[in-house]
């Protein structure tokens, strides 16, 4: 949405932020209020990347407000320092070390616990600044005297120091600090940090540093914070110690879930909402205390019935108002394919296996250097216990480079256990994995996935609220760009190479159709595709595929192994799955699994004629 | 040099607070752990245990009314916030979760505000628990004493409760699987709304029978709620044991360096929470998994 016009976000900005001094007095709002707003929006932008981007709630974001307001208002008052824009640029800086440090304990963990150990954290902080630190920062009574900025022009002396003066000031800085925003989130860093609140598993199966990125995130948080803090100081000529409580946290918590998340902007329209009604309702009303009851309810509400804020809510009626037309007009896959016999599929398996695969192939890239010409995966004696129960037991397997190996077993039999021992999604009780000559046992599955071997999950696995070409793309960037980086400042598809390998991948899928289109709008055989897509989009060199084919009409079946066939030129695949007839005329080999080990390996006709074979499935009836 | 009267004295204290702050995580935790909502009201609900005490003491003079009065009026509270408003919010995502329970703690607070008033109330001990009782080495206040036992007594109801009876058993087997124990066809709505109730009975208790030691105040509930989340953290979410654990190693914790310098207890039990993250993720007696 925000990508066909680049400026045109930033431009709106400025009008209104230049509109406004014009229109909200008339309004009824008083340019303390519009200030205010301006401070707490910022503070906002920041919290959004980490809550509305990330997908990380915290409560705790008071001890960056704080710790920014009070190093710059200590620098100003206390030290004397001269210049306020400077003071505040140090004051943001200190808020990020500080939560850089923060981020580190916090983000050992995620969901509630996250949420619980910020709460934790932040009145830390306030107990801090309140009695150890009272000398430096007045304590209870915080610091007064914080000056307004000047700015010395040579010929001429600016001053802010009335409301209507530092409404200037605090623009700008609402200004840069949107356009700064605008551009991580549409860096591949903020493509990955949404990946990351869609799907952390996925995200770092992909190849993603997901622990780097989240505090990357945090950090971003505490610097607008921190900023923000600083800001707060100057605005009121005083360094509040009421920053550091709790009700910071939850007033800015708050403001974020009413203006409405993922957009930036959500903070500040719910902090317009909530401080115009609290004027209101104390000034106009004369409620008194009473006004943060009413607004308590209304946040309630607000949350029972209006989920995505008021900004969700103007995006939801905008798409009801245009008739969702962008969803409705492809909705493909509609037709129903013709039933189809086993013998049918069989046949049109076969067909389909005969012709020429229809897209070029991709390339596997090799990591690792070309010096190694051994087998491509060579598993030894991995045994995987769970209490009593042994999952996986000394199982020796080892994998040719370029061919296509099938795993088949009865249910119970190890078989997606032993795929998640060898992505590194788990760790083997005992034994050892060498990939492409080089030991990966222990290693992390998104460095495995690094060196280029990754998988297709049984249960799709997706990124529930991007598009189908922003799921391969993040899949992508994890192989262009490495498991972490900080490109914080680039645009998405000046990547080079990107938007091929996305293209490309969508057409062997063949999903092109359907590239625009969110994976909540796609139809199960579509999303199976994707799922396998976002394995590809790596160009791993060795790929599993944990049951390809499951709960897939048989129309699709068929039109599924043509895929995969296609896609193995060039690389090697090793595939689960419970339908024998596709399986068998895939893959070149076959490895039989019973009860956590090797039963039998050999070749399709093999493993069709081998007697063990046949009596692990059907149970000792031997079948004529 | 430490005076020992003293450092005796605080270690009881920090017990008291300890067994408090472990019937209260309880709840909180059981609550985690059975419905997937943490509940950021739970400190609200210790709040308006207290408050609701402290209208049927001033009606009734009776302490022990009070503290029944206390506990029912929460139990109720808990069940039909659980019923009105909480079960449309299992299908919805854990932060929706904690905004709409965070929104209902302050409605909480507004409203006792709104009829109490923002100055803090007393409920005096009954009658025959005024004073202090000699101990041999130390004078300790008699009613503290008293209460180590009642919230003793209330920590062993609630493991009754949790490992002796039939819906104990349903809730223990809730918090390792719930979507398991939903296919063996127990109405776990009923059990939601039944472990909702017990758990937020389990902080208004404590709420009106702390009353007369701390006085009670609309926003009583907030730091209660940080130390509860810190003895979860330590404890681990989802274990009772673990909020017994949690809970007296904070209360100590914050007792003792209280000894020494208030303003710091709170950086003591941060330091406490970070070594049990760093040293075991999931608490002292949690397992992987309950998150």
Partial sequence: MLRQRPFLVEALTAAGLIAVPFVLPYLGFTPATVNRILVWGLFGIGFDILFGFTGLLSFGQSAFFGTGGMVAAYLLTVLDYPDVFSAVFVGMIAAAVVGYLVGLIALRRTGIYFAMITVAIAEVFYFVEFNPLAAYTGGENGLPGVPTPTLHLGFTTLKFNTDKSLYIVLAVCYFVGMVVALRIVRSPVGAVLRAIRDNPLRAAAVGHNIHSYKLTSFVIAAAYAGFAGGLLGIMQGFMPPDAFTFDTSGQLVIQTAIGGTGALFGPLVGATVWLYLSDFLQTTLHLGATWKLVLGVVFVLL???????????????????????????????????????????????????????????????RRTGDEFVGPILEATALTKRYGGLLANSDIDFSVKRGERRGIIGPNGAGKTTFFKILTCEIEPTSGRIVFDGRDITGMSVTDVCQLGLTKSYQVNQLFARLTVRENLTISALAELRGKFRLDMFRSVPKIRGLAEQVEHTLALVDLKDRADVPVAALAYGEKRRLEVGLALASSPSLLLLDEPLAGMSPQERVEMVKLLKSISRGRTMIIIDHDMDSLFELVERVTVLQEGRVLVEGTPDEIKGNAAVQEAYLGGVVAA | MINWANFISQCFNGLVLGALLALISSGLTIIYGTLGVLNLAHGAMFMLGGYAGWVAYSYTGSFIVAVIAGSMFVLVVGVVTERVIIRSFYARTPEDQLLVTFGLGIVFVETVRFFFGSLSKMVPPPPGLVGITPLGFMFYPTYRLALLAIVAAALLALYVVLYRTRIGMIVRAGIEDAVMVGSLGIDVYKVFMLVFGIGAMAAGFAGIVNAPVVSIAPDVGEAILVQTFVVVVIGGVGSFPGAVLGGLIAGEIISITSMFDPGYSYVMLFVAMTLVLVLRPYGLLGTAGRE
Avoid: N, Q, W
């Fill in chain 1, 303 to 365: 949350v029972c019935f209006l989920r995505h804020g008021i900004i969700g809510g103007i995006y939801d009626i905008y798409r009801l108002a245009t008739g969702g037309s962008a969803a409705k007009a492809k909705a493909g896959d509609g037709t129903p394919a013709p039933a189809m016999t086993a013998e049918e599929e069989r046949s049109a398996t076969h067909a389909a296996l005969a012709e020429a695969p229809a897209a070029m192939p991709m390339a596997a890239r």
